[in-house]
Structures are given as structure tokens and as C-alpha cells.
């Protein structure tokens, strides 16, 4: 009887999740679907939602219309300086907050947490004019630079799986002579890739879909992320949103790629988290 109730407690868990699945996977299918219409049929009434023929043409169409190429180069050296700078700065950080022995060191830290309730907005025109004075407007700088200096949700992460491992690998690197960074280097960090992972797929995903700080910092054409590009050209493409549609899709392909690459370790990351 028993298994009688689970049995159909799990078909009931699995019914919602297909369904749920469905609702998340239809936006994406829509979409695929409007980037391979005529804009016939891309602008009918009522909705057409299966193109008679797939116009696979508007996809290498798009980078006959604009730079997406040069957005595309601009997007990747933005987030691979982000990403790399996220993981070493946020890393280091957590290291000390958690490791390292200093005065006002648990005043610091929740000064930190504190800034985690700053909206982005708000210090915009700071950071704008503090690049503004160091001849930085306009180019890619602005937009990777803050990632070096370590945020917050990046520390906090990195402070609690640093916590989470014992002290005994500490005691024995100081007893093999190694100093706080070797420590740190050639011990911890290892052992935290998990998180480092997590980390990284958070910048990648922040910084390869920023609009705000591009569309402030960039005036020319030629330094465009690929959002700020693709926005752009809407004007450039009246009467053929379905481009921009195709765009837009080629645009997650790098996310997706890097999910698949770092999922292993993302998923590791939130079941160590339930692990005392």
C-alpha cells in the first residue's frame, strides 16, 4: 500500500515537472521559431507560430546587416577579464575573511554584506565619474575593471566554503613552512573549485548580458557589447525583427556552452552545501 502511494506521489512529482519543463522550454521554442520566418509571417495576424519554410538564411543573414562579429569579440573579452578577475579577487577575499586574522575583521565583513543592499543605480554616476577623470569613457575598461576588486555575493560564497573545510589542513601547511598565500594557493584553493565554478557562471552570465553599464560607458559603435550591438540595430532593421530575433538566440549559445562545461561543479557546489 505503501508503495502504492509513493509510486503515485512520484508519477504526480514527475507529471508536474514535465509540465513545468513545457512552461520554461516554450519561450525558447517561440523564439526559434520567429527567427526562421518571412516578416510576413514574423508580423501576422492572427500568429503563425510554424513558418512555412524555415529561413535558415536569417541567421548568417545577421552578420551581413551589422559589426556582430566585432560585438560578439567585444562581449568575450569583457567576460573573460570579468570572470577571471571575479574568481581570483572574490576568492582571495573570502580566503582572508575567513582564514586570516585581523582587527575589525567581522565589522568589515558585514560592512560588505551591506553593500548587497545598494542598488547598482545607485553608484553608477560615481563609478562614471571617477572613469571620466582617468580617461576610460569608451572603452572596454569600465565594464571589467570593477570585477577585479571583488564583489560582494562573490565573498560571502567564497567565505563559507572556505570556512567549511577543516583547519587541519591549515596547521599541517604552516608545519611543511608554507606561508598564508601557499597556503591559500596550493591547499585551499583547489578544494573550492566547486564554488570558484559558481562564481564564474554568475559573472559570465552578469557581464555577457549587461546593458546598463555598456549602453553609459560606450559611445562608439565599433566597442559595443553584443546587447548594446543587437539593441543598436533595431533601428538599422525596421521590417526585419526577425534577425534581431536570431541575434538574440545566437547570443546564449556561449552561456549555455559554459553552463554545460561548469554544471558538474555547480551542481557539486549546492549538494556540499547540505553536507556538515
Not at 10 to 34: D, E, R
Not at 102 to 108: C, D, G, H, T
Not at 234 to 249: I, P, S
Request: one cysteine or more; glycine letters at 4%.
Amino acid at each position: 500500500m505503501k508503495n502504492r502511494k509513493f509510486l503515485s506521489a512520484k508519477k504526480i512529482g514527475y507529471i508536474i515537472l514535465t509540465i513545468s519543463a513545457l512552461i520554461m522550454v516554450m519561450p525558447f521554442v517561440t523564439a526559434l521559431f520567429n527567427s526562421l520566418k518571412t516578416y510576413a509571417e514574423f508580423t501576422a495576424v492572427p500568429p503563425r507560430w510554424i513558418p512555412e519554410v524555415f529561413q535558415w538564411s536569417n541567421y548568417p543573414e545577421v552578420f551581413k546587416l551589422g559589426n556582430f562579429l566585432d560585438y560578439t569579440f567585444n562581449s568575450f573579452i569583457v567576460t573573460g577579464l570579468s570572470v577571471l578577475g571575479a574568481v581570483i579577487s572574490c576568492s582571495m577575499v573570502g580566503y582572508a575573511f575567513a582564514r586570516l586574522t585581523f582587527p575589525f575583521k567581522n565589522a568589515l565583513f558585514v560592512m560588505v554584506l551591506g553593500t548587497m543592499m545598494i542598488p547598482p543605480i545607485v553608484v553608477i554616476i560615481p563609478h562614471f565619474m571617477i572613469f571620466q577623470q582617468m580617461n576610460l569613457l569608451d572603452t572596454l575598461v569600465p565594464l571589467w575593471l570593477l570585477e577585479c576588486l571583488a564583489q560582494p555575493f562573490g565573498i560571502f560564497l567564497m567565505r563559507q566554503t572556505f570556512l567549511s573545510i577543516p583547519k587541519d589542513y591549515e596547521e599541517s601547511s604552516k608545519l611543511d613552512g608554507c606561508n598564508p598565500f601557499q597556503t591559500y594557493w596550493r591547499i585551499y584553493l583547489p578544494m573550492v573549485k566547486p564554488s570558484l565554478a559558481t562564481v564564474a557562471i554568475f559573472t559570465f552570465m552578469t557581464k555577457w548580458n549587461e546593458i546598463l553599464a555598456p549602453s553609459i560607458y560606450l559611445t562608439s559603435n565599433e566597442k559595443f557589447t553584443l546587447p548594446i550591438g543587437i539593441l543598436s540595430l533595431g533601428g538599422q532593421w525596421f521590417g526585419n525583427e526577425q534577425y534581431m530575433v536570431a541575434a538574440a538566440l545566437m547570443s546564449l549559445v556561449p552561456i549555455l556552452i559554459v553552463f554545460l562545461f561548469a554544471e558538474r561543479y555547480f551542481v557539486q557546489n549546492f549538494s556540499n552545501s547540505g553536507i556538515k
